[in-house]
């Protein structure tokens, strides 16, 4: 009889229900749980003024705001009861965010500095806030309570469910705050919330890929900062199959209309970047200063990106003005007219909320008419140019006017002009920097031309944070003399 009562109580206790929808997404439904949608509220409460005791908030107004305002866009898409979701950043360095019964959701400032775009920040959001619409907290509340108390609480032994019988279970299993009953899940629990989080990012306009993505680009980073990345894969343990998991529920999906960006995720980081250093987790917990004098990767030489792939593609401009080698896992975003295209890694653009895209890193590939179609012996810049009086001194001089022009917060960096030879055509290249308004911090633009036989230019921009172009140097330089143009070829 004992054994029958055990396979009766696995069975309640595992019921959640993953089935494919033939008409479209997974319906994912919530399992087993003793507690009502107002206990969840009421425990997140209480857990959350623990948690407040025990880990130090960031106060910053401009990231606290634009983490809420892209938590209230993803919360709105959420299914379930409508808990009163709240989003917090807890001023620790480690990579990590979790999420406490009744919509509170805790975003490690760690997290904000390693994340590459909007899209992989929502997709770890939106995970989190899968776990609580799904009721995880509370389930596995639920069954360590189940396995003390008996079966007696399945008939209803627990009356009217008021808030003494609450703190009264809680006691139980744990009590309030970081319980590690509500902070850590099943490898089931996570794939679940992976699916769910996929569909709240396609409804809010965000692709799902990007929540596999960072998961996948943290997993390969582990050798890199083991300690601040560990935990996170720790509390969130990975389906060995989860970004096929997730690409598969992208597809059941419908079309996703991305949606502008809810803020400048750039600025955030640079804002967070300029307070003082944050602690991990453990030295918080022992009371102990931070090991390191910065919070930042800038100036180390680190990228806030994916590394760029040591294999490379051949891109083909469409009518054979020219050709250039790209890494396999930068994307390439062909101009709708003319010869332009972009090449840029994930993470290496940011969206305004105006719609608008500023490239952080990547390169620009594109052919230029010199003095608006003025060329030969006539080439005369009006103040003068920049290095010499050849005429693709003058081309050049030309562009950078017009760069600097459309882009005033650069300037030109003096004596950075380099005249060499290049897969052997004359290639001549010149240095830009400033502070860009969008992202706050300093950018370096590398402009590289090579003459035509008409005298127009085929140039690459080669763009990146001042702090990280040393980095992606050796992927820069590889593109440049991977650069061939057809003299053949007609353009405009």
């Known amino acids: 009889m004992r054994k029958r009562f055990g396979i009766a109580l696995v069975a309640i206790m595992t019921m959640i229900v993953v089935a494919g929808s033939a008409s ?40 606290s705001r634009y983490v809420s305002n892209l938590g209230a866009r993803l919360a709105a898409q959420a299914p379930g009861a409508k808990f009163p979701y709240q989003f917090k950043i807890v001023n620790a360095s480690d990579i990590n965010a979790f999420a406490l019964p009744g919509g509170f959701i805790y975003v490690n400032r760690g997290l904000l500095d390693k994340v590459r775009s909007e899209g992989e920040l929502a997709g770890v959001m939106a995970h989190e806030i899968a776990h609580v619409a799904l009721r995880h907290p509370t389930n596995q509340a639920s069954k360590a309570y189940l396995a003390q108390a008996g079966l007696g609480i399945l008939g209803g032994l627990l009356g009217g469910k008021s808030e003494s019988s609450t703190g009264q279970i809680i006691g139980v299993v744990g009590g309030f705050g970081l319980n590690t009953l509500f902070l ?175 490239i952080t890193h990547g390169v620009i590939v594109n052919h230029y008419v010199p003095f608006d179609g003025t060329a030969g012996s006539s080439f005369v810049s009006p103040s003068g140019s920049m290095s010499g009086e050849t005429t693709l001194d003058e081309a050049t001089s030309d562009l950078v006017s017009n760069i600097l022009e459309a882009n005033p917060y650069l300037s030109r960096v003096g004596g950075s002009e380099r005249s060499q030879v290049v897969a052997g055509h004359p290639t001549l290249s010149v240095r830009l920097a400033g502070r860009s308004p969008g992202t706050g911090t300093v950018e370096r633009v590398t402009v590289v031309t090579r003459q035509l036989p008409d005298e127009h230019v085929v140039y690459m921009l080669l763009i990146a944070p001042e702090a990280e172009y040393a980095a992606l140097a050796p992927t820069f330089t590889r593109m440049i003399g991977s650069l061939r143009s057809d003299e053949r070829a007609t353009h405009n």
């Open 24 to 63: 479209g997404q997974t319906v994912v439904k919530p399992g087993f749980n003793v507690f009502s949608v107002d206990q969840d509220v009421e425990i997140g409460k209480q857990s959350a003024l623990q948690v407040a005791k025990q880990l130090p908030m960031v106060s910053d107004a401009t990231a």
């Open 184 to 358: 850590k899940f099943s490898r089931s629990a996570e794939s679940q919330a992976d699916i769910v989080g996929s569909q709240i990012m396609a409804k809010a306009g965000y692709d799902p890929m990007e929540m596999a993505h960072f998961f996948g680009y943290l997993a390969q980073q582990t050798g890199g900062d083991p300690g601040k990345i560990a935990q996170f894969l720790s509390d969130h343990p990975a389906p060995a199959d989860r970004e096929a998991r997730v690409r598969k529920e992208a597809t059941l999906l419908a079309p996703v209309h991305l949606a502008a960006a809810t803020g400048n995720l750039r600025m955030v980081q640079n804002q967070l970047r300029r307070l003082p250093p944050a602690r991990t987790s453990a030295q918080i917990a022992q009371g102990q200063p931070p090991t390191t004098g910065t919070s930042s990767n800038a100036g180390t030489g680190a990228l806030s990106i994916e590394q760029p792939s040591m294999q490379f593609r051949v891109f083909q401009q469409a009518d054979g003005v020219y050709q250039v080698d790209r890494p396999v896992n930068w994307d390439a975003y062909v101009a709708s007219r003319g010869y332009g295209v972009t090449f840029v890694p994930r993470g290496g653009y940011e969206s305004a909320s105006n719609g608008r895209q500023t």
